[in-house]
């Protein structure tokens, strides 16, 4: 963390809280955006990872068992887009949002894409179709903002996380 004040706001996950960091557990998207609101004003927002796109209108509360009626329609709505949410807060967005875009392909022009569609200051985007990214220890990353690309070599995921804290730290100094 640098010496930063840091809060995570984190769907289920199994992965140990890093020491320091406070840490909010949530559910749905709904309840993290507004953790993310309440957590404003703050000088950066890093959203590291997509909170899925498309929920069920309906939750069960039952197991819902084979019929002669055939399968159930299951109606999906759209999740609110946190990043593009953080990224237009006004008062109170925070100086520097930086987004991730996990692709498999056209990197660039995706990530591009991405970077103004949200209206984020940054996207670090890696090819997830690359073999050992996804669930591996090591990462390769391109560092897209408004003036251009930075390709990081690969490196350990610990590595990649190091690097973009300090360039976080020094866009912020």
């Known amino acids: ?33 507004a953790a993310c609101r309440a957590a404003l004003p703050a000088d950066a927002a890093v959203c590291v990872a997509a909170v899925s796109d498309w929920r069920p209108d309906a939750v069960f509360g039952v197991k819902l068992k084979k019929g002669r009626e055939g399968p159930p329609t299951v109606r999906l709505v759209e999740t609110p887009d946190i990043l593009a949410d953080l990224s237009a807060a006004a008062p109170g967005r ?62 350990s995921k610990a590595e990649v996380a190091r690097r973009l804290a300090e360039r976080i730290a020094r866009a912020l100094a």
């Open 1 to 33: 963390a640098l010496g930063a004040r840091v809060t995570l706001v984190s769907g289920p996950a199994a992965l140990a809280t890093p020491r320091g960091v406070d840490r909010i557990d949530l559910e749905t998207a709904e309840e993290m955006l």
């Open 94 to 155: 925070p100086r520097l949002v930086v987004g991730f875009a996990a692709e498999t392909d056209h990197l660039e022009t995706n990530a591009r894409a991405k970077l103004e569609r949200k209206g984020c200051d940054w996207i670090v985007a890696n090819d997830v179709g690359q073999a050992g990214i996804m669930g591996g220890d090591d990462n390769e990353v391109l560092v897209l903002d408004r003036d251009g690309a930075d390709r990081w070599p690969r490196a």
